[in-house]
């Protein structure tokens, strides 16, 4: 037995309310499976009871996850068992059998929508509740429909939580009326907070240079298999595409929560095949309790996590239980507290450099490939909004404050031609004063000058094998490189960015016309329109003909205002029909995953 199933299962067994914590990967789940099946086989329970035991996971990938265990472990026993998550159509078949069931593992959406609607749903007799990643489901995206699941089931019950990173929240603890649970975090006198044979990483790289990054680190590792966490649906969608295009070398994956449940569970397998090399780009739909049959060799983190607890979630994802793994954080100069509160946690993360000498600029290819095909800057344009949005919203403005991005730098990266409007961003900007954002730009100039900094300082020495050190790099380059990276001549711009506003100067010279006869004298000005016959050209002026040359030009302007107003007429038109198409697509989108969710302090909810 594992460490927490040694201290958890015999007080399981007796009976009562657990709040277990352990690292990820050290056998949690047969830590509250065996206790259901031992309960209910205990009481004789029959599929005449009913509901006996409800196992709740907030995604689906972990309930499918946990539904295979419960059926290995538990085939000797006679209960029945059913798997109830979103994103599947057969709901009426599952409304005829529900209620025979004894043991439901779900999503708390899914379990919810048979609560509201399914006929003699009845869960009055429930022995056990679990609650897998406990602090997930008890956040606050969950908290209306935990709170509706709560209130119709029975106060008298065992409730086993489990995590790797476990609440102590009293509050969220009374929800679920507990009764003396037993605390059991087996690893609190651990050194670290996170796996043993796990190696950790993180590095400094500017917002506008992550795909760079991203593409050479691929490149250099085209033998492995690669978890790669980003904060958005979109930006998933954006980079697994022009990746896909780009041709690393290597298999291309994604999975994200707006994708069909059956592709997300083929894609899922996939990438849990042995002796096969990918990469696979995901939100944190993937970053909790999974288990990839010790697939992951790096987990690599192109957007920082919202919090300590989501960090230790992803790199959980490798070096479960006795193998090993590694990871490397990406943190731009503006993220680097993460790195201390990290430290703070006793996660043994080690500051490292990469090889500018290896470093591949992809952004001018970007760029050619948003002409080529049309898809893609809707994709690039969309991406770029919700990464500003993911990190606008985030609770932790010490780590994330928007208004310290280089957003016109991040488009060109991007490929885009412009910079997209983000009207969240100018609101903010409006409520800024100048005082404000002049204080801020000492502080900004500060962090970026963490690129001198020793590596000692941040995280001591850190030893890499061979095959690292062609692009990880942990002693430090010259000054020269690191300037070279920082203005950006190492990796080309895709386009000419403005820095400043033009100055009209209100004090330049005033030109002047000067027109010649045919005698090459200068004529003053109005002459043309002068009564010649007078004598006195430079005074009196003809009025018929000025008359008839003001008739011409209303005609003139009458003429081009119909073509301005049909031509006016015909933009607007335009207008309304790439709206209808836009809302037309947004429908289609909503349709191919009713179920699914965009993402929301950088992690997908489960409907």
């Not at 798997?83 to 708390?108: F, M, Q, S, W, Y």
């Not at 995206?141 to 929240?169: C, E, H, M």
């Not at 250099?220 to 958005?232: D, E, G, Y």
């Not at 409006?430 to 000058?449: C, D, G, H, R």
Request: net charge positive.
């Amino acid at each position: 037995m594992t460490d927490i199933q040694r201290a958890s299962l015999p007080h399981a067994l007796c009976g009562r309310d657990i709040l277990g914590a352990a690292k990820t990967g050290s056998g949690k789940t047969l830590a509250f499976i065996i206790p259901v099946l031992e309960k209910l086989y205990r009481t004789r329970w029959g599929p005449e009871d009913g509901v006996g035991s409800i196992i709740i996971s907030p995604t689906r990938e972990l309930a499918s996850q946990l539904f295979e265990v419960l059926k290995s472990v538990g085939k000797h026993h006679s209960f029945s068992a059913g798997l109830l998550i979103g994103g599947r159509k057969d709901v009426d078949a599952e409304k005829e059998h529900v209620n025979e069931l004894n043991i439901l593992v779900c999503t708390p959406g899914r379990l919810l929508q048979h609560m509201d609607e399914t006929p003699n749903f009845d869960c009055s007799q429930l022995q056990v509740l679990v609650l897998d990643e406990a602090d997930r489901i008890l956040d606050v995206g969950f908290k209306k429909a935990l709170n509706a699941i709560i209130s119709q089931l029975p106060k008298y019950r065992q409730t086993l939580l489990f995590s790797a990173t476990q609440t102590k929240s009293v509050q969220d603890l009374a929800r679920l009326s507990l009764k003396d649970p037993e605390y059991l975090s087996v690893h609190d006198e651990s050194v670290t907070a996170t796996p043993n044979r796990l190696h950790q990483t993180a590095m400094i790289v500017p917002l506008d240079q992550k795909l760079d990054m991203l593409w050479s680190f691929i490149k250099a590792h085209l033998n492995s298999r690669i978890l790669v966490f980003l904060s958005s649906c979109k930006q998933v969608k954006f980079v697994f595409e022009v990746f896909k295009k780009l041709r690393p070398g290597i298999p291309l994956k994604c999975l994200h929560g707006r994708m069909k449940q059956e592709r997300r569970m083929g894609i899922y397998s996939q990438f849990c095949e042995k002796d096969k090399c990918s990469v696979l780009f995901s939100t944190d739909v993937a970053s909790r309790g999974l288990d990839f049959n010790k697939a992951v060799d790096w987990v690599v983190q192109v957007d920082c996590p919202e919090d300590v607890a989501a960090y230790i979630h992803r790199v959980g994802r490798t070096a479960r239980y006795l193998c090993g793994g590694r990871s490397v954080l990406f943190l731009m100069p503006s993220e680097i507290k993460m790195l201390e509160k990290l430290q703070e946690k006793k996660i043994p993360i080690q500051f490292i450099k990469a090889n500018t000498k290896r470093l591949q600029s992809v952004s001018t290819l970007l760029a050619a490939l948003l002409v080529k095909f049309d898809n893609l800057p809707p994709l690039a344009q969309r991406a770029f909004i919700t990464y500003l949005r993911s990190i606008h919203i985030q609770r932790d403005k010490e780590v994330f404050d928007v208004m310290k991005l280089p957003t016109e730098e991040f488009s060109a990266s991007l490929g885009l031609p412009m910079t997209p409007r983000v009207r969240f961003l100018k609101q903010k900007i409006k409520t800024k004063t100048v005082s404000e954002e002049s204080s801020l730009q000492p502080e900004i100039a500060a962090k970026e000058n963490l690129f001198d900094l020793p590596s000692e300082r941040l995280s001591g020495k850190f030893e890499e094998d061979e095959a690292e050190k062609s692009f990880l790099l942990t002693k430090e380059t010259p000054h020269g490189e690191e300037k070279a990276t920082e203005t950006g001549d190492v990796v080309p711009a895709t386009r000419v960015l403005k820095k400043k506003k033009l100055k009209i100067n209100v004090h330049r010279p005033v030109g002047t016309r000067v027109v010649f006869d045919d005698e090459g004298n200068t004529l003053p000005p109005l002459a043309t329109l002068a009564d010649t016959k007078s004598g006195n050209s430079s005074v009196l002026l003809d009025k018929d003909k000025v008359s008839k040359r003001y008739a011409e030009m209303r005609e003139e302007m009458k003429q081009q205002d119909k073509e301005d107003k049909l031509l006016d007429r015909l933009r607007r038109k335009e207008k309304r029909m790439k709206e209808k198409r836009k809302l037309k697509r947004g429908r289609e989108e909503e349709e191919d995953d009713a179920e699914g969710e965009d993402v929301l302090s950088g992690s997908d909810r489960e409907a």
